[in-house]
């Protein structure tokens, strides 16, 4: 399936996004909203897989609304905005970044929930430089990531950083060599997705959602989520599968 500057391909139930080019990223990655709509109704898909073709398949300007008038600013922001269509997505997505993730493109994968970068990846967000801020989640996301003081620092100043400091402040998770990128995310993704999709699920909504809450309410959604799991068919597989000391069956129900 082809949506001009991405492709998409499953194996099992891992679904990878393939971003091919990044030429006119404002009318063509609108298309990413379609696309994350079909993967939300595809019961068989459990965990996404973002990566690109190219060096500089993150790299993307920092300005993509350019002049518009106040008139239509809001609806454009939405056409504009690729974090977003990631972001509502309610299974685990995998960012693997297999060159420098600059402006928006660092703004994307800020987005998804485990990030694996090569190397010689850069990351910034130098909206600053040219006199604007990040919109598409930057000043949000990075900080609740990497906390307020090194988000403050990378977006006043607009630094670029490597893979290596990016790592320590915790901006990704993992440093890999550039020919193992891709069977290092789908290691990762084909584990997840031999857990029960549900779980899976329940789990990325009690994180982000508790993040936004006192302790107390965030614990009562953490145990209605789990008592939600007893009564699922899959948690009666992995009772049954512990007990018989196989390996669980899980169905999506």
């Known amino acids: 399936m082809s949506y001009e500057t991405l492709t998409l391909q499953k194996k099992e139930h891992v679904v990878v996004i393939n971003m091919i080019s990044l030429g006119n990223e404002a009318a063509k990655m609108a298309r990413l909203s379609d696309l994350c709509a079909e993967i939300i109704s595809d019961e068989a898909a459990r965990v996404i897989i973002l990566t690109g073709a190219g060096?500089?398949?993150?790299?993307?300007?920092?300005?993509?609304?350019g002049g518009v008038s106040k008139v239509n600013e809001e609806s454009q922001r939405k056409v504009c905005s690729i974090a977003s269509p990631i972001a509502r997505?309610?299974?685990?997505?995998?960012?693997?970044?297999?060159?420098?993730?600059?402006?928006?493109?660092?703004?994307?994968?800020?987005?998804?929930?485990?990030?694996?970068?090569i190397e010689t990846a850069g990351f910034g967000l130098?909206?600053?430089?040219?006199?604007?801020?990040?919109?598409?989640?930057?000043?949000q996301r990075l900080s609740r990531l990497v906390g307020r003081g090194k988000a403050m620092e990378?977006?006043?100043?607009?630094?670029?950083?490597?893979?290596?400091?990016?790592?320590?402040?915790?901006?990704?998770?993992?440093?890999?060599?550039?020919?193992?990128?891709?069977?290092?995310?789908?290691?990762?993704?084909q584990e997840m997705a031999s857990r029960g999709s549900i779980a899976l699920r329940y789990?990325?909504?009690a994180i982000y959602k508790g993040m936004d809450m006192t302790l107390e309410q965030g614990l009562r959604l953490e145990g209605d989520l789990y008592f939600l799991?007893?009564?699922?068919?899959?948690?009666?597989?992995?009772?049954?599968?512990?007990?018989?000391?196989?390996?669980?069956?899980?169905?999506?129900?």
């Open 154 to 189: 990378m977006i006043l100043t607009g630094e670029i950083i490597d893979a290596q400091e990016a790592y320590r402040i915790g901006l990704i998770n993992r440093i890999v060599h550039p020919d193992e990128l891709m069977a290092v995310a789908m290691d990762i993704a």
């Open 126 to 139: 130098p909206h600053i430089t040219t006199g604007l801020i990040p919109w598409d989640g930057g000043t």
């Open 55 to 65: 060096q500089h398949s993150f790299s993307m300007g920092t300005d993509l609304l």
């Open 229 to 253: 799991l007893q009564t699922t068919s899959d948690r009666t597989e992995g009772v049954t599968a512990f007990r018989e000391n196989k390996t669980p069956r899980f169905e999506g129900r």
């Open 203 to 205: 789990t990325k909504e």
């Open 89 to 117: 997505l309610d299974r685990p997505v995998i960012a693997a970044i297999n060159g420098d993730a600059i402006g928006q493109g660092l703004e994307l994968i800020l987005a998804c929930d485990i990030r694996i970068a």
